[in-house]
């Protein structure tokens, strides 16, 4: 099947567009999930002529960063108005998009067996590095025009799916917080500490070397209360924490980005660990732990914890104690119990729209990993559901 392989240097030629007419002030940075990201540069001086203009289906890379991450940045402008990026960028297109889709290329460029493959020429290449000669000699299956918006419709359907639930979930944890900020935050009635109403870093036992459920820091989200990704690994050391207890990073940046979970993705009265830079909060009787996880994205008490962070500069960490003293308004029962109602039906539709996404990635997967079944000259069906 390899022989149906076409070398990706025959359709794609790099352009050099600059902004001397000022285009575009829209400046763009690539991330390592192979998008854009809106720069958080300082511009005001900055000469804006001499920086790269990336047109609609152009592609903008960053060959410097393969050494580094492990992974090559390429990301495809599909916006109608052009955007500039760094002049270190190398920017790309496709010499006739009859033969070559760029979506579909797109795709390519996403598969983690792309990127080891980019990994290796780096480490293998005389000079060190990933360049334009590299990436040229890139081999990969090329069917029919016909076929390849076939696969690219497929996996973008199952894309704005995930990107719909991602949304609704958005504005569903910005419903739950509306209502636990009209309940609990607007009032300066704070005289109650914290720690009367929530357990920090409760205690549990795991054996050296058991096999458990694991979460690491990356698998935090900085919007989000769903835990991205859990594992399955030894015991070591870590923080340890169950179904309904709340994690919240306490290092620096991680903090200050909002990383934040709500635990809800393991087996009933299944113990689980993660990184020693969670702090844990547990609900203590009678309180709702969907309050403890409101309380954790309410901004003030995430200032207070900001505030509270202690240590070398770059290596910061929140101070537990002093978290404990944050002071909140006195909740009486009946009050805790109906929010817990009230907000009960949002967290659990989070709860299915998360698992959905899941199951979505790994078909999103799927469709990554059959572009290598592909047989351009024989044109062959694949069952791509």
């Known amino acids: 099947m390899k022989s149906n392989y076409k070398t990706l240097g025959d359709y794609i030629k790099p352009v050099n567009n600059r902004n001397k007419e ?15 990201r809106k720069s958080t540069s300082n511009i005001i001086g900055t000469d804006l002529s001499k920086y790269k203009l990336v047109y609609k289906n152009q592609f903008a890379c960053d060959f410097m960063s393969v050494i580094r991450v492990h992974k090559l940045p390429v990301v495809l402008h599909e916006e109608e108005m052009p955007v500039i990026v760094s002049p270190a960028y190398t920017i790309f297109e496709i010499k006739d998009e ?53 696969i690219v419709a497929e996996y973008n359907t199952v894309v704005n799916r995930i990107k ?14 509306a209502v636990y900020k009209n309940w609990f935050s607007e009032t300066n009635n704070k005289n109650q500490p914290l720690e009367d109403l929530i357990e920090f870093n409760p205690k549990h036992s795991i054996k050296k070397g058991e096999i458990v459920s694991y979460v690491e820091m990356s698998d935090l989200q900085e919007e989000k209360m769903s835990i991205k990704n859990i594992a399955q690994r030894g015991f070591t050391a870590g923080s340890k ?26 087996n009933e009265d299944e113990i689980a660990y993660g990184s020693t830079e969670f702090i844990v909060l547990r609900p203590k009787p009678n309180v709702s732990k969907f309050w403890v996880y409101c309380l954790a994205r309410e ?7 900001i505030s509270s962070m202690i240590g070398s500069s770059g290596r910061q960490r929140v101070n537990s104690d002093y978290l404990k003293e944050y002071k909140v308004p006195l909740v009486s029962e009946e009050d805790m119990c109906d929010f817990h109602s ?22 999103k997967d799927l469709i990554l990993s059959k572009m290598t079944q592909l047989e351009p000259e024989k044109e062959r069906e694949i069952q791509w559901n």
């Open 22 to 36: 000022m285009v575009s002030t829209d400046l763009r940075g690539l991330s390592m999930t192979k998008e854009f």
């Open 98 to 150: 009859t033969q070559l889709n760029p979506e579909y290329l797109m795709m390519w460029f996403r598969r983690p067996e792309f990127d080891r493959y980019a990994d290796f020429r780096c480490d293998s290449a005389i000079r060190g590095g990933f360049k334009w000669d590299e990436l040229c000699e890139v081999e990969l299956p090329i069917p029919s025009i016909e076929k390849q918006r076939e």
């Open 164 to 177: 719909l639930n991602e949304q609704l979930n958005r504005k569903l944890e910005e419903t739950a917080q």
């Open 241 to 266: 924490f169950k179904n309904g207890d709340t994690l919240l990073a306490r290092i620096t940046p991680c903090l200050e980005n909002g990383k934040t979970a709500f635990v809800d993705g393991l």
């Open 299 to 305: 901004d003030d008490f995430r200032s207070h914890a």
């Open 342 to 363: 009230a907000v009960k039906p949002i967290f659990e539709i989070i709860r299915l729209k998360s698992d959905e996404n899941q199951s979505l990635i790994k078909m």
